[in-house]
């Protein structure tokens, strides 16, 4: 019988990996809902909404989780005891500072030019990608090294969210 | 087993007794009712066979207020006691309301609302909004011959707490149960849904007469997932209005126009933009107060300049949503136009350009918001059939805290579905911090000052420690109804406080009763029969349930607690019998912490149970 301290993998049925079918996800979490959301009690007594108002968020957030590539890889990696954001982590390797630095000039130099963000936008989005095929080979496998691509995946999507803000502004 | 039951007359339970339920779409500039009659919803229409209700309330002096037509009808003849467009003021201060100037109604600033000065007394926009859904319920109740059991209203996806709250508000108002809000676009996708047996991505573009909402929804076997929903509460048909107004102004050469004159010339310049919908250019005739006659030609094109900007805004949203959704407009499936103000040829245009596609436009775009409301509302009264529908809806705004500094960190993000549980860490400021004073707050700003403060509360009790030292969780939850509950724990001690927010701009359950009182003037012996017919419809429905449960899963109870179980309700039922509401109350709350572990089992069998029968492997991969 499953229960609240299931993993959320085990939740779905899926194996516990970083490489899961997203249609499969999907269609169980569709399934799961259909079950446990408090709209299919509507009309029965409290005690039976309040819990399944509890299953359904549960149910919720492992999908949440598990959809996004990059939080699975976090969660994936706190389930085998590493925090890939606490305190203590090793320093960035220096050709990703490197870079972290040209992006940013790239950034303030592009402020306010329209064409200049969208290819830095372009430019971030390849890096996001190439990182998330390294994450997938590594989360199941070497655990610090996966740490360091979701480490720089962070970066990556606060750099975005720059860019994203400078090309709202000028709207 | 326990003895066979003879119940009194008038209290038999009628386990497949279909509960009246309608869908209201409570909008600008008209509002609808509809319900679901033999499995087809539909929009009910009144004597005359209008189903459009104007959304016009006219005060008069010595009389009860006239609502639709008949109001609509005398607003350029008595201005400021005819109230149209109130949607636009629910939940706002007077410094929200962008357009004061622009109305012609005596707007007082008040704490919380503002409110309107009428003929007959000051009136907050709940209270008019009241009008409208009473003459709604009138016509609804008239059509299916019984009262109401339940209600789904529709809101603008983008509508933020205080105005759903001051929706909610309106509804008791006018004596109304309301079951859910739900989101116009998704109600508008609901009745596509169903009517076209959709499936896959559909972007909702809903352009009413005051707000703009766009939603991203996912249709899958019955299910309805909102991706993503973005838009603007301040933009809408009106202000499409609002721009050849001031054109006719320019160039007549009109300085001051009265109120009068104003009404005559809004009108005016909505009719010639519907003729623009099919022509090319739109006559403009009217004859103001002091004698002037107004004799102009717009052209499309024209228009077409005039409110360029306002289409540009609306695609500004759209992008938003499609970006939050991760999606390409490639991705979608269809597109579908909802809200009178969709029939603009420009706008269809601009629609179809932006999205590479022909939007869809099958049903009637001032009908199906309603249609769809109705659907949701005969599912949440109880009637249920084998095919229902699930919906998944997600918070259209950010909700999150105040953090030093005047800034806000989210704790719950927009678009994250319903319902949900979220936690985050905080910290103490100062060495020996023993109290936490917490903010709650709505919006996407970084600055608490462009957020919209939903309440604070305090956490006291926290041991002296050093600064940062403290490990404060702070519980978000959102219900299936988008109410959001606060918790603050300290974790080494378990000192905890806790909150359900209400917004500050909602009414407080006296004021509600107040008005209340003053609208019904009525007598404690009314109301406690109502309270006593409320706790016995409850009760009936709580014996239906657990009936129900123990008829299907009663092999998950030994015979004991069938037996302990069987008692309880012979109490409820013996209470409901002997009339007392205290009574009726207190054996429902014991028949439902009796049936708790019951419950308990029976969620987890049906959650076990969907995930049987999947492939064995991928199970035990």
């Known amino acids: 019988m499953i229960d609240f301290s299931a993993t959320h993998l085990q939740l779905f049925g899926l194996p516990q990996q970083y490489g899961i079918d997203l249609n499969v ?10 079950k446990a959301h408090p709209d299919r009690f509507a009309g029965e007594d409290e005690t ?8 359904s968020g549960r149910i919720n957030e492992a999908y949440r989780v598990l959809k996004s590539p990059f939080e699975r890889g976090c969660y994936l990696l706190t389930l085998q005891g ?27 130099e592009a402020r306010s030019k329209a064409d200049k963000l969208m290819q830095l936008e372009q430019s971030v989005e390849r890096h996001k990608k190439s990182l998330l095929t390294d994450l997938s080979g590594t989360v199941d496998s070497s655990a610090e090294q996966a740490a360091l691509i979701l480490r720089k995946l962070k970066f990556l999507f606060r750099l975005e969210e720059q860019v994203g803000e400078a090309l709202e502004a000028l709207e | 087993m326990a003895l066979l039951q003879i119940s009194e007359p008038g209290l038999s339970t009628a386990p497949h007794q279909h509960r009246l339920a309608a869908g ?6 008209h509002s609808l009712v509809a319900t679901v009659r033999s499995g ?10 209008h189903a459009l209700l104007p959304s016009a309330v006219r005060y ?19 201005p400021t006691n005819t109230i149209v467009s109130v949607k636009r003021l629910m939940g706002r201060v007077l410094a929200d309301v962008n357009e004061a100037a622009e109305l012609p109604y ?3 600033d008040a704490p919380g609302m503002v409110r309107l000065a009428t003929v007959s007394g000051d009136k907050s926009p709940v209270e008019v909004s009241a009008e409208i859904l009473k003459a709604l319920r009138e016509r609804a109740e008239k059509s299916m011959g019984g009262e109401l059991t339940g209600v789904v209203i529709t809101v603008p996806a983008y509508f933020d707490d205080a105005q759903r709250q001051a929706t909610k508000d309106a509804a008791k108002l006018a004596g109304l149960h309301v079951l859910r809000l739900i989101n116009e676009p998704t109600a508008a996708a609901i009745a596509y849904g169903l009517d076209q047996a959709a499936e896959g991505t559909f972007a909702v573009y809903d352009l009413g007469g005051g707000t703009f909402d766009f939603s991203l929804l996912k249709l899958s076997r019955g299910v309805f997932e909102v991706l993503a929903t973005s838009g603007n509460g301040h933009l809408g048909g009106d202000d499409f209005d609002q721009r050849v107004y001031g054109w006719i102004l320019q160039h007549a050469n009109i300085a001051a126009p009265t109120a009068g004159d104003m009404r005559t010339l809004l009108v005016a310049a909505r009719r010639a933009k519907e003729l623009l919908s099919k ?9 103001l107060s002091d004698g002037t006659a107004v004799d102009l030609t717009l052209e499309y094109s024209t228009f077409d300049t005039l409110t360029a900007d306002l289409l540009q805004k609306t695609l500004i949203s759209c992008r938003k949503a499609l970006k939050d959704a991760a999606l390409a407009v490639e991705d979608l499936n269809g597109v579908v136009l909802v809200g009178g103000a969709t029939r603009m040829r420009t706008l269809r245009r601009e629609v179809t350009q932006f999205f590479g596609r022909q939007p869809l436009t099958n049903l009637d775009p001032d009908k199906v918001v309603a249609l769809g409301a109705s659907i949701q509302a005969n599912i949440l009264a109880g009637n249920r059939g084998a095919d229902d529908l699930l919906l998944l809806d997600v918070t259209p705004l950010s909700l999150g805290i105040e953090t030093m500094g005047g800034l806000t960190e989210k704790i719950i993000p927009r678009n994250t579905t319903l319902p949900v549980t979220r936690a985050q860490d905080f910290t103490t400021f100062k060495d020996g911090q023993t109290a936490m004073s917490i903010h709650v707050l709505q919006g996407e700003r970084e600055l608490v000052g462009d957020c919209r403060s939903l309440g604070r509360f305090e956490l006291r009790g926290i041991p002296p420690m050093v600064a940062g030292a403290a490990r404060i969780r702070i519980t978000f939850q959102v219900d299936a109804d988008g109410l959001l509950s606060v918790t603050a724990r300290e974790q080494s001690t378990g000192v905890e406080t806790q909150i359900v927010v209400k917004p500050s701009y909602g009414l407080g359950d006296d004021e509600i009763a107040r008005m209340l009182q003053e609208s019904y003037q009525l007598a404690e012996a009314d109301k406690h029969a109502r309270m006593l017919q409320e706790a016995i419809t409850e009760a009936r429905r709580l014996l239906e349930s657990v009936k129900a449960a123990m008829d299907t899963d009663a092999d998950l109870l030994d015979d004991a607690e069938q037996v302990e179980i069987n008692a309880f309700m012979q109490h409820l039922f013996n209470a409901m019998a002997a009339g007392g509401t205290d009574d009726i109350k207190k054996h429902m709350d014991a028949l439902n912490n009796g049936t708790r572990d019951f419950a308990s089992r029976r969620m987890n069998r049906s959650i076990s149970q969907a995930l049987t029968g999947q492939t064995v492997d991928s199970i035990a991969a």
């Open chain 1, 25 to 34: 996800l999907e269609s169980r979490y569709r399934e799961l809902q259909t």
């Open chain 1, 48 to 55: 039976q909404i309040r819990l399944a108002e509890q299953w």
């Open chain 1, 82 to 108: 590493i925090e890939p954001f606490g305190q203590n982590q090793p320093a960035m390797p220096p050709d990703f500072l490197m870079q972290q630095m040209q992006w940013h000039e790239q950034l303030a």
């Open chain 2, 24 to 29: 209201i779409d409570l909008g600008t500039t």
């Open chain 2, 40 to 49: 087809e919803p539909q929009v009910l229409e009144d004597e005359l066979g």
């Open chain 2, 60 to 78: 008069c002096s010595d009389e009860a207020p006239h609502v639709g037509y008949s109001a609509l009808n005398m607003q350029d003849k008595d």
């Open chain 2, 106 to 108: 005596a707007l007082l």
């Open chain 2, 279 to 287: 022509q090319d250019s739109a006559p403009i005739q009217a004859v």
